[in-house]
C-alpha cells in the first residue's frame, strides 16, 4: 500500500493511547502485519536519525508517539502542568497487585498489614488497576489486575518488562552506598518549591508521594491526577 509509513504516522499522531497492530489493521483494511511492523520499524529508524523533538515508543503491546524527555521542560512551560503523584500507600497496593495478580483484596491487606479498600478504589478510578471477576471462595471477593493505562504510564511494553526482585535488591544496594558515601554540606542546600513539599494524609502510611517519571508520559507533561 502506497503511504502506508505515512498514515500510521498520522495515526499515531492523533491517538490518544497506544495502537497495537490489530487495531491498526482495524483501521487500514488490507494492511498485513507485516506490513504494518515494517513502516513502524522504518517510523522508528527515522525518527532516531533525526533526532527531533518526539520518538516512536513502543508501549503497552503498541505503539505511542512521544516526546522526548531532554524537552519537558519547555513543554511544561506551555502547557503548566502539576506533576502526577501516588501516594506511599497507593505506590505499594499498586507494586502488590503488579507482581502478585491475579490477587484479591485480602491478600494484599495481609502482605501490607493495613486495610486497603481506600487506596484500590483510588488506584480502580486512576485506571492503573481492573477487576477481572470474583474468586470462588467464601464471600467471592474481586480479583485485581493491572491495566494498559499501568504499562503506559510506567513505559512498559508488558508485565515482563517489570524489574525481577534480583534486579530491585541490587538497585537498594546501590542507592545505600551511594546515601552512605559523604558529601559536601553545599549538597544538601536546596530550595523547597511548594511542588515538592509532602501534603499531610490522614494517616502517616499515606504520607509520602512518589512522583511519576515525566519521560514515561505520551508527553513531558500531562494534568495532574492526585491520589
Known amino acids: 500500500m502506497e503511504d502506508l509509513k505515512n498514515i ?7 491517538a490518544d493511547e497506544p495502537l497495537t497492530i490489530e487495531r491498526l489493521k482495524q ?14 520499524d522504518e517510523l522508528t529508524v527515522d525518527y532516531e536519525t533525526r533526532q527531533g523533538g518526539f520518538y516512536l515508543n513502543p508501549v ?26 501516588l501516594s506511599k500507600a497507593a505506590l ?6 503488579a507482581y502478585k495478580q491475579p490477587v484479591i483484596r485480602s491478600d494484599i491487606e495481609h502482605l501490607r498489614g493495613v486495610d486497603c479498600g481506600g487506596v484500590l478504589r483510588v488506584l480502580l478510578e486512576r485506571k492503573f488497576i481492573r ?12 480479583i485485581y489486575a493491572t491495566t494498559k493505562r499501568f504499562l503506559e504510564v510506567f513505559g512498559l511494553q508488558n508485565l515482563k518488562d517489570l524489574p525481577t526482585p534480583r534486579e530491585i535488591e541490587e538497585f537498594g544496594s546501590t ?28 494517616t502517616p502510611d499515606e504520607a509520602v508521594e512518589t512522583e511519576i517519571p515525566a519521560e514515561n508520559l505520551r508527553t513531558s507533561a500531562e494534568p495532574d491526577k492526585d491520589v
Open 92 to 97: 505499594e497496593t499498586l507494586a502488590i497487585v
Open 27 to 40: 483501521i487500514i483494511t488490507g494492511a498485513e502485519s507485516k506490513a504494518l511492523r515494517e513502516a513502524l
Open 60 to 85: 503497552a503491546g503498541g505503539y505511542q508517539i512521544r516526546t522526548r524527555p531532554q524537552y519537558r521542560e519547555w513543554i511544561k512551560r506551555l502547557l503548566q502542568p502539576k506533576p502526577q503523584r
Open 175 to 202: 542507592l545505600s552506598e551511594e546515601i552512605d558515601e559523604p558529601a559536601d554540606e553545599d549538597q544538601f542546600e536546596t530550595e523547597v518549591t511548594p511542588e515538592a513539599q509532602i501534603e499531610e494524609e490522614d
Open 8 to 14: 500510521i504516522e498520522s495515526l499515531l499522531f492523533v
Open 131 to 142: 477487576v477481572l471477576g470474583r474468586k470462588e471462595i467464601p464471600g467471592r471477593p474481586l
